[in-house]
């Protein structure tokens, strides 16, 4: 297998016009294979509420990205099939479990890490793990 994991940080900007949007848009429109943990819903669920709490969105907005983030053609993965690995990289990384879960995954489908979270492709990349990590951005470079 192969393709490209995209984690929430990414995916949110296919919906929501942010720094990178264009960029992340690319992710959703290559022929690539498309891999995300099931948990990906559930976090961006979280990010719509948010967003929602600050008025930044309103709730039907928030109602139809859902609905659309159903309609994706992304692979779901099992999260607890990707547990294990995932605890062992936030221990090794000293990130989050959650960010972990897709760095995992990257792993397991032999792909690369989507991500748009600074703080985690910092914390990450030039390590063992930099291999799997791809910064949004360089998506122009590659589509």
């Given at each position: 297998m192969?393709?490209?994991?995209?984690?929430?940080s990414?995916?949110?900007?296919?919906?929501?016009?942010?720094?990178h949007?264009?960029?992340?848009?690319?992710?959703?429109?290559?022929?690539?294979?498309?891999?995300?943990?099931?948990?990906m819903?559930l976090?961006?669920?979280?990010?719509i509420?948010?967003k929602i709490?600050?008025?930044?969105?309103?709730?039907?907005?928030?109602?139809?990205?859902?609905?659309?983030?159903?309609h994706?053609?992304?692979?779901?993965?099992?999260?607890?099939?990707?547990?294990?690995?995932?605890?062992?990289?936030?221990?090794?990384?000293?990130?989050s479990?959650?960010?972990?879960?897709?760095?995992?995954?990257a792993?397991?489908?032999?792909?690369?890490?989507?991500?748009?979270?600074?703080?985690?492709y910092?914390a990450?990349?030039?390590?063992?793990?930099s291999?799997?990590?791809?910064?949004?951005?360089?998506?122009?470079?590659?589509?």
């Amino acid at each position: 297998m192969s393709g490209y994991v995209v984690d929430a940080s990414v995916a949110i900007k296919w919906f929501i016009p942010e720094v990178h949007s264009d960029v992340a848009l690319r992710a959703r429109r290559s022929r690539e294979r498309l891999h995300v943990p099931a948990f990906m819903t559930l976090e961006l669920g979280s990010v719509i509420a948010k967003k929602i709490r600050r008025g930044e969105l309103t709730r039907e907005d928030g109602k139809n990205i859902l609905k659309e983030l159903q309609h994706l053609p992304f692979q779901r993965h099992a999260d607890e099939r990707l547990f294990p690995a995932a605890y062992a990289l936030a221990l090794d990384t000293q990130q989050s479990l959650y960010d972990c879960l897709y760095l995992a995954l990257a792993e397991a489908v032999d792909g690369r890490m989507i991500t748009a979270d600074r703080k985690f492709y910092n914390a990450v990349t030039g390590g063992t793990y930099s291999c799997r990590l791809m910064w949004v951005e360089d998506l122009a470079r590659l589509t």
